[in-house]
């Protein structure tokens, strides 16, 4: 059963636009959550993370929300650009960090 | 330069041959992680070590072994019990527990015909 949960496989934004990636998770347990930027043929790269002690974690072009409550995060990227195009993972895991549960990834297309 | 190092990035195997995918790392990270990607799929964990000699399985780790005999070294051995090995796999690192953010290899895409 997937935890996590990426509903849009993929999404496309004009250069310049907000691009907004939305995340699901049914554990009400997940205590931190992450994304992930993956380009083909290699690991995914840290991008941004947050608590469940705060609902926006911002870094630059990039901001994480997390409502608890709906058991929903989304992650904007202001403003797009075309080197952003990638697939993007959300993460989840309980307090203990040892194990992490992932969503299957939306595919983000930023178009010049 | 620190990081991860998957090699070969692409391996190509028999059915019913055992194969070892090699994960290194010098980060000087505790935590080490084996994952698996099919199309259309999230990562999905199949073993991790948060200490030299010691490994927990994950989600999916029916058909795999794994060995933590140094901290910088954690290799995967995808067994011919596997079922469906075909697949890409991706191994990671955290500096230990209560460390969140993990830093990911290239990983190794495994053909298994």
């Known amino acids: 059963d997937q935890q996590v949960k990426q509903n849009s496989p993929s999404l496309s934004v004009q250069e310049g636009r907000i691009s907004i990636l939305n995340c699901d998770y049914t554990n009400s347990m997940f205590d931190y959550f992450l994304w992930y930027k993956k380009y083909p043929a290699e690991g995914p790269t840290f991008l941004i993370s947050i608590s469940s002690i705060k609902d926006k974690n911002e870094d630059g072009r990039f901001t994480v929300f997390l409502n608890k409550s709906a058991k929903h995060l989304s992650l904007h990227i202001v403003p797009s650009q075309p080197g952003d195009s990638a697939v993007y993972f959300c993460?989840?895991?309980?307090?203990?960090?040892?194990?992490?549960?992932f969503g299957t990834g939306t595919s983000l297309t930023v178009i010049p | 330069d620190g990081g991860i190092t998957q090699s070969p990035k692409y391996l190509f195997r028999k059915e019913g041959q055992n194969v070892t995918l090699s994960c290194e790392q010098n980060l000087n990270h505790d935590a080490m992680y084996w994952y698996r990607q099919d199309p259309g799929q999230g990562l999905r964990l199949i073993y991790y070590s948060q200490i030299v000699n010691d490994f927990q399985k994950g989600d999916i780790a029916e058909g795999y072994s794994v060995s933590r005999e140094k901290k910088e070294s954690f290799p995967l051995t995808v067994t011919s019990a596997q079922k469906n090995p075909t697949a890409f796999y991706l191994c990671?690192?955290?500096?230990?527990?209560?460390?969140?953010?993990?830093?990911f290899g290239p990983g190794t895409r495994l053909t298994v015909t």
């Open positions: 993460a989840a895991s309980g307090s203990t960090g040892n194990q992490f549960y």
């Open positions: 990671a690192s955290s500096i230990g527990r209560d460390s969140y953010e993990q830093y």
